[in-house]
């Protein structure tokens, strides 16, 4: 099983909602990862976990709060968000905890604040 | 001088063509270097990781060169299903990701 996986597929939410985006992964990796990708442009780092606990937080909003609840499963609680927030949010593993191994996506949760 | 540069093309090639892409980049500290593939509305997903000897996966040779700090990607014999966006990726204590470089093929 190579696969990290990603519910929803796509999410609309209005600014007042509180929504959580899931992934998984059962590759054994130790560390996973939550970007942020706007057409057309990059993906940028939100978060890293690793060994389950928050390693990075490239200077997040507060109303993005990550959770590891255990090494194989990652969420992104939403809350209060903008529509500039609207992006495809991408969750990432990696077999080194410490992140010194290239990166395996799942297919992204489509966000559209409205 | 921005982390990483690489072209955004489009590179526009016919079927069958070679097309090489070029990415440098600044921070010297950079530990593994990769290709991903990203195609229109889909998640990135990895190409290849590059090696300073070079290394080859059927149409695909990545090379690595430390010196001038840059990493390539050459593409023998285009196929259709080639048309994506390949994204240069250097590692550091993170993942860093070139703009992206898009490519299409063309009957």
């Known amino acids: 099983d190579t696969e990290v996986t990603q519910t929803p597929k796509h999410l609309v939410m209005g600014m007042t909602n509180k929504k959580s985006l899931k992934c998984e992964q059962h590759m054994g990796h130790r560390a996973m990862y939550w970007y942020k990708q706007k057409a057309k442009k990059p993906p940028e780092l939100m978060f890293v976990?690793?060994?389950?606990?928050?390693?990075i937080n490239e200077s997040v909003p507060s109303r993005f709060s990550p959770e590891c609840p255990n090494s194989s499963l990652l969420n992104l609680h939403l809350h209060a968000l903008q529509p500039e927030d609207s992006a495809l949010y991408l969750c990432?593993?990696?077999?080194?905890?410490?992140?010194?191994?290239?990166?395996?996506f799942g297919p992204g949760t489509r966000l559209t604040v409205l | 001088r921005k982390e990483v540069e690489q072209d955004p093309g489009p590179f526009n090639v016919p079927e069958g063509a070679t097309v090489a892409f070029n990415c440098t980049y600044s921070n010297s500290a950079s530990q593994s270097f990769f290709w991903y593939r990203q195609d229109c509305r889909k998640e990135p997903k990895l190409l290849m990781s590059v090696y300073s000897s070079g290394n080859e996966d059927g149409r695909f040779t990545a090379q690595l060169n430390r010196a001038s700090q840059y990493i390539s990607l050459l593409i023998r014999d285009s196929k259709l299903s080639d048309s994506a966006t390949y994204l240069c990726v250097f590692l550091t204590d993170k993942l860093i990701f070139g703009t992206g470089t898009r490519l299409q093929v063309f009957p």
């Open positions: 990432a593993s990696s077999q080194d905890g410490r992140g010194w191994s290239e990166q395996f």
């Open positions: 976990y690793s060994y389950e606990k928050l390693s």
